[in-house]
């Protein structure tokens, strides 16, 4: 039973282009949303959240939107950089357990120059 | 100056044989989990303990056991290992259990069972 699914499993874009990574859930207890980066070699690192009571998060060049109805999520990343080149996973959680997130299998982004 | 450290990174070894992966971190979390990443590379919890307390065990062979001798170390030891044990593990922290806060992973270990 795969609650969190990252249905593309690569994504090619071009430097200075945005890129959207989305995410879908099964589960309407999630209340809590997350995105992790891992370069290869080394373990997830947090990128960006948004919990349920909003539909949208910016920070930098990073903003996740939350459809909630649509048990949806994507994560946007404008302008895309080669330094961005990573797998990205979406993760999804109760706000009062976020330690045991539920992980997609994640995406490969690539950047190109 | 690593904040969740875990060794050894890359392991091989024999089917039957008994191995350890050790985790500290010096964040000063109160939670610290052992995450496992299959070949389908989905990240999925196995442990989680708090202050030492084991607070979640997933569905994990009893082979699997964690050890918290403080809050700073969570280490992983797995009994009679098996082909479908091969996996990268990561150690990870966290603040608090609750509130929304987000993980910090360890570099992971490469686990190859022959």
């Known amino acids: 039973d795969q609650q969190v699914k990252q249905n593309s499993p690569s994504l090619s874009v071009q430097e200075g282009r945005i890129s959207i990574l989305n995410c879908d859930y099964t589960?309407?207890?999630?209340?809590?949303f997350l995105w992790y980066k891992k370069y290869p070699a080394e373990g997830p690192t947090f990128l960006i959240s948004?919990?349920?009571?909003?539909d949208k998060n910016e920070d930098g060049r990073f903003t996740v939107f939350l459809n909630k109805s649509a048990k949806h999520l994507s994560l946007h990343i404008v302008p895309s950089q080669p330094g961005d080149s990573a797998v990205y996973f979406c993760?999804?959680?109760?706000?009062?357990?976020?330690?045991?997130?539920?992980f997609g299998d994640g995406t490969t982004l690539t950047v190109k120059p | 100056d690593t904040a969740v450290s875990q060794t050894p990174k890359y392991l091989v070894t024999q089917m039957g044989n008994d191995k350890s992966i050790k985790c500290e971190q010096n964040?000063?979390?109160?939670?610290m989990y052992w995450y496992k990443q299959d070949s389908k590379k989905f990240l999925k919890i196995m442990f989680s303990?708090?202050?030492?307390?084991?607070?979640i065990n997933e569905t994990v062979p009893n082979r699997f056991s964690p050890k918290s001798p403080d809050k700073a170390h969570l280490n992983l030891h797995i009994n009679s290992l098996e082909l479908g044990d091969s996996a990268v593990y990561f150690c990870?922290?966290?603040?608090?259990?609750?509130?929304?806060?987000?993980?910090?992973f360890g570099e992971g270990s490469w686990l190859t069972v022959v």
């Open positions: 964040l000063g979390h109160d939670t």
């Open positions: 303990y708090n202050n030492k307390e084991l607070i």
């Open positions: 993760a999804a959680s109760v706000w009062r357990d976020a330690g045991k997130s539920t």
């Open positions: 990870a922290s966290s603040p608090l259990r609750v509130a929304g806060n987000t993980i910090y």
């Open positions: 948004i919990s349920s009571i909003k």
């Open positions: 589960n309407s207890m999630f209340d809590y």
